[in-house]
């Protein structure tokens, strides 16, 4: 199983890549491989660590393994940062409440998923759909979107489910109208340019109960291979 997660503000310059695999770790057979392929090995924090490779900038791409059937994954001080919290206690998502109940309400209800905080919601919506982030009134709704949990389910094309959770019903009722608006633009200024993705905007559906605003996506298989192989379904940071 693998999990991953990005930790930073978006657009602050700082975002690090961070990752959890479960399955079964022999650390001498790791070790061994890993002198094979003259990989660097060190220890930290009594966890071992190997050094797969950098970026372009020069940080180093590390996998540590904790346990037999636990390792980390990510550069190299974001992966130190969560060995010493591991091993001495220390802050860590356990203590983020919004993001552990969104987290509590997805994690095993679909074979893919993402919890989103404010900073991240703000920018899916940003990217996903930029005319709702131009629209009067999405200003004002930015620091009131508290958190967002994304469902993706991969059978016969892909079914995906994204619910923010507001601050108010106001905000919800606020956002919705944003959405739709934003959808039935889009729709039409895609029109022939990009026909897949037009199709997607338009068959999308927005719900809104109390605080939480909800949208559904339906794509048939052949539409997401295009969107996939135009790059339509991805979000920077």
Do not use: H
Not at 27 to 53: H, K, P
Not at 87 to 106: K, M, P, S, T, Y
Not at 189 to 197: A, I, M, R, T, W
Not at 211 to 222: A, G, L, S, T, Y
């Amino acid at each position: 199983q693998l999990s991953w997660g990005f930790v930073g503000k978006p657009g602050g310059g700082n975002v690090s890549f961070l990752g959890v695999a479960e399955g079964d770790f022999s650390t001498q057979e790791i070790q061994a491989n890993a002198r094979r392929a003259r990989l660097t090995t060190s220890d930290s924090n009594g966890a071992l660590m190997v050094v797969m490779g950098k970026n372009q900038q020069g940080t180093d791409f590390v996998f540590a393994f904790l346990e037999r059937s636990l390792a980390v994954f990510g550069y190299r001080d974001s992966v130190e940062g969560m060995l010493q919290r591991y091993a001495q206690g220390g802050a860590n998502l356990a203590d983020n409440a919004a993001l552990r109940d969104v987290i509590n309400d997805v994690n095993g209800k679909a074979p893919v998923w993402m919890a989103l905080d404010n900073p991240y919601t703000v920018l899916a919506i940003q990217q996903m759909l930029p005319e709702a982030a131009r629209l009067p009134g999405f200003d004002t709704l930015t620091g009131r979107l508290q958190s967002t949990s994304v469902r993706v389910t991969l059978q016969n094309g892909l079914q995906g489910l994204a619910a923010v959770n507001c601050a108010s019903s106001a905000d919800a009722a606020l956002l919705s109208t944003l959405v739709q608006a934003a959808l039935t633009y889009q729709s039409y200024q895609l029109g022939d340019k990009n026909p897949e993705l037009a199709r997607a905007v338009q068959a999308a559906t927005v719900n809104r109960t109390g605080e939480r605003f909800e949208m559904n996506v339906n794509i048939p298989d052949q539409d997401l291979v295009a969107l996939l192989q135009k790059n339509n379904l991805t979000i920077s940071f």
